[in-house]
């Protein structure tokens, strides 16, 4: 056919072009030659190149590749033993921060005890001023300050904004600082209540003790009759000082203590009848006179509002009343002023 023709044409020309290879020996013997077509050598050339092209950039490739997995790993460890390094501080912390937290609880334990011991003392002065009775037990004057713990305390200071995400274990070490002067600062305020609470508690106590013992109320129930002052006399009409108020009431109404004190004088004296005189300390006596019966004796404690003696008639008197007298630093004062 005609394309075969076309064909062998076209390859015998191509065998014209051909690289021609030959064996020549030393001695005598055949010559061996090999003819290569030039298309054929140089499709080879071309694959060799490609061969050798594809090599270099598998070699180049691969060296980046390992270049950069080895960069990679080397990141990768020096991550690894920061984050290390980093657990091994936080781990460090931790347990620093356990000792910190196991110390905070323990003054904050003292600090509640404290505030109760002061609630606790707030309320006795308030009873004390109000005329209960309280222990008379000294109040511990033991304070938090003095106690090692709260010797550490930093001096105060303004606060400072506690950075924990940049350097947790500074940012830690600055809030304990922090927190431990805070706990120092309150030892040493609730210290200084204390003593304030304490000198308040022994001036409540002075207070209610000269209260206690200052002339207050009625002697007895009934009506002022005479008043204090210069006055006429109803027996000898004659005008005089009268020393104390009278208050008359019916015989036998009891006649009570207006004050706490000691019974300096119980028996009779002339123009008083029956009388009592109690000596109550701060300068303060009071008198009752008159009496039908007297129920205390010479050296007797008596409490404000305890029974003394009973109304009577006894003595200079034109009637039941008690005769009471209020006398300051041995001066007689106007009962009214205490009544």
Do not use: C
Request: hydrophobic share 40%; aromatic share 6%.
């Amino acid at each position: 056919m005609m394309w075969r023709k076309v064909l062998r044409r076209k390859l015998a020309r191509r065998r014209r072009g051909a690289l021609t290879i030959m064996a020549i020996p030393a001695t005598d013997g055949t010559i061996r030659s090999i003819s290569i077509p030039l298309l054929l050598v140089y499709m080879g050339s071309a694959v060799a190149v490609a061969v050798i092209a594809f090599l270099v950039l598998s070699y180049f490739g691969m060296t980046a590749t390992v270049a950069r997995f080895y960069h990679d790993q080397v990141a990768k460890d020096a991550h690894i033993e920061e984050l290390t390094k980093k657990n091994a501080e936080l781990e460090q912390i931790n347990a620093d921060n356990k000792k910190q937290l196991e110390t905070f609880a323990k003054r904050t334990a003292e600090l509640e005890k404290e505030l109760a011991r002061l609630d606790a003392l707030s309320k006795e002065i308030t009873s004390i001023i109000k005329g209960k009775k309280v222990s008379s037990t000294a109040t511990s004057t033991t304070t938090l300050a003095s106690r090692g713990d709260y010797q550490r305390g930093a001096a105060p200071g303004e606060d400072r904004e506690v950075d924990l995400e940049s350097d947790p274990a500074a940012g830690l070490a600055q809030l304990a600082v922090e927190t431990d002067s805070r706990l120092a600062d309150l030892a040493r305020a609730a210290d200084d209540m204390a003593a304030d609470l304490s000198s308040l508690r022994r001036s409540a106590v002075s207070y209610r003790e000269k209260l206690d013992h200052t002339p207050d109320g009625w002697p007895a129930r009934g009506r002022i009759t005479s008043s204090f002052g210069r006055r006429r006399h109803p027996i000898t009409r004659n005008v005089q000082p009268h020393d104390g108020v009278d208050i008359a009431a019916p015989v036998g109404t009891p006649i009570r203590a207006t004050a706490d004190g000691t019974v300096r004088f119980a028996g009779t004296q002339s123009g008083y009848g029956l009388m009592v005189i109690i000596e109550h300390g701060y300068g303060f006596q009071t008198v009752y006179a008159h009496n039908s019966r007297n129920v205390v004796r010479a050296g007797q404690r008596v409490k404000r509002g305890q029974v003394i003696a009973y109304v009577g008639s006894t003595g200079t008197s034109t009637g039941p009343h008690v005769h009471y007298e209020v006398r300051v630093s041995g001066k007689p004062a106007n009962p009214r002023n205490y009544m």
